[in-house]
T-cell receptor, first 113, second 119 residues
Framework: KQEVTQIPAALSVPEGENLVLNCSFT??????LQWFRQDPGKGLTSLLL?????REQTSGRLNASLDKSSGRSTLYIAASQPGDSATYLC????????????FGQGTILTVHP | DVKVTQSSRYLVKRTGEKVFLECVQD?????MFWYRQDPGLGLRLIYF???????EKGDIPEGYSVSREKKERFSLILESASTNQTSMYLC??????????????????FGSGTQLSVL
């Protein structure tokens, strides 16, 4: 059974700092990995999607990398801003069940001015 | 922009009631999903549908059923609501770029969620 772990569970940084969020998964036979952002009491917004054949994806100040063989992904946020404060979740698609994404528990990020 | 709309933001129901949660997407997506999100348990897949009138069980289908009569609409039904079904319910959709049984390869778009309380 696929398990997804995100470290750290919570992170507090000053504005302007570069930071890295980590995601690890136990079964490397994945099709893709997505990073999401969730604001309190709201739904999830997909930030980046990395296919299993790709090594990284970039969008603005965000860069996500994927190392399938070691079961790891990182989300790098450059020059963090207070507006980046949210919960960040990673999810992997894989296994024998079509459409099944397995989510991590998330990292709660607080960027203080 | 893709819009996934859930009919209610907050809902309060009594145990034993039949509850309908509605979800509509406006981007002609083939795939639609229902998740629930609970503190400490994360997001868990209840049901998903990869086409009209098609449905597949997720990890926790017990106590739930779904209906997809039209492509844009995916309904979650709680046959007889119980207190342990108090949760945040999230609907999602995605485009299917490959064959029917190909794994999902497109971004998942979520609605804003329905916070359901069963008293």
């Amino acid at each position: 059974k696929q398990e997804v772990t995100q470290i750290p569970a919570a992170l507090s940084v000053p504005e302007g700092e570069n930071l890295v969020l980590n995601c690890s998964f136990t079964d490397s036979a994945i099709y893709n990995l997505q990073w999401f952002r969730q604001d309190p009491g709201k739904g999830l917004t997909s930030l980046l999607l990395i296919q299993s054949s790709q090594r990284e994806q970039t969008s603005g100040r965000l860069n996500a990398s994927l190392d399938k063989s070691s079961g790891r992904s990182t989300l790098y946020i450059a020059a963090s801003q207070p507006g980046d404060s949210a919960t960040y979740l990673c999810a992997v698609a894989g296994g024998t069940s079509y459409g099944k994404l397995t989510f991590g528990q998330g990292t709660i990020l607080t960027v203080h001015p | 922009d893709v819009k996934v709309t859930q009919s209610s933001r907050y809902l309060v129901k009594r145990t034993g009631e039949k509850v309908f949660l509605e979800c509509v997407q406006d981007m002609d997506h083939e795939n639609m999903f229902w998740y629930r999100q609970d503190p400490g348990l994360g997001l868990r897949l209840i049901y998903f549908s990869y086409d009209v009138k098609m449905k597949e069980k997720g990890d926790i289908p017990e106590g739930y059923s779904v209906s997809r009569e039209k492509k844009e609409r995916f309904s979650l039904i709680l046959e007889s609501a119980s207190t342990n079904q108090t949760s945040m319910y999230l609907c999602a959709s995605s485009f299917r770029s490959g064959a029917l049984w190909d794994p999902p390869s497109e971004k998942l778009f979520f609605g804003s969620g329905t916070q359901l309380s069963v008293l």
